[in-house]
Each structure stands twice: as C-alpha cells, then as structure tokens.
C-alpha cells in the first residue's frame, strides 16, 4: 500500500479533471481526493497499490482537454480511509 501527494499544473482546471479523477480512481480501487487549489493547479492524494496509482496517472494524462505541463509528486504517510472523495 502507498500514498502519494500530486499536483497536476497546466490547464487543469475547467476542464472535467476532478470528475474523471474521481471515476479513474474509484476504476482503480484508490482512496483519497481530488481538489482543485486557488493558484488554478489541481492536488490529487492517491492510495493504493503502485500499479494502480501508475495507471491512473496514464489515465489522467490521456484525457481530452486536460494538458498537464508538470506534475509535483510527494510520497506521504498511508492513512486509513475507503473512498475517493471530491473536496471543493
């Protein structure tokens, strides 16, 4: 089991990227969240197996109007949790 911390820069915003996140994620069985953040990139904390997360990162890259430019990625703490939520 692993946690990672992402932040999705480039036109991420507006563009459906919370939601197909959210229907990746849970394809996948990963917990965590998806949220937009104030300077218009978008913070993704994802947990599960590695393969899972690798999928969904191709996943999300693949997308149709999403252009992600740069992707910060920080390893984090497991946390016991069961979902994939969208936060606002």
Same mark, same amino acid.
């Given at each position: ?44 904390? @994802?947990?599960? !197996? #590695?393969?899972? *997360? ?5 996943? $999300? &890259? /693949? ?8 992707? @910060?990625?920080? !390893? #984090?703490?497991? *946390? ?5 939520? $969208? &936060? /606002?």
């Amino acid at each position: 089991m692993n946690r990672y911390k992402f932040i999705f820069i480039g036109r991420v915003q507006g563009v459906g990227f919370r939601y197909r996140s959210y229907l990746i994620a849970n394809k996948l069985n990963l917990t965590g969240f998806v949220r937009n953040l104030n300077n218009g990139n978008v913070e993704v904390q @994802l947990q599960g !197996e #590695k393969i899972n *997360i690798e999928n969904f990162i191709n996943k $999300i &890259k /693949n997308q149709k109007y999403i252009d992600i430019k740069d992707i @910060l990625i920080e !390893e #984090k703490e497991v *946390i016991k949790e069961n979902s994939f939520i $969208i &936060k /606002n």
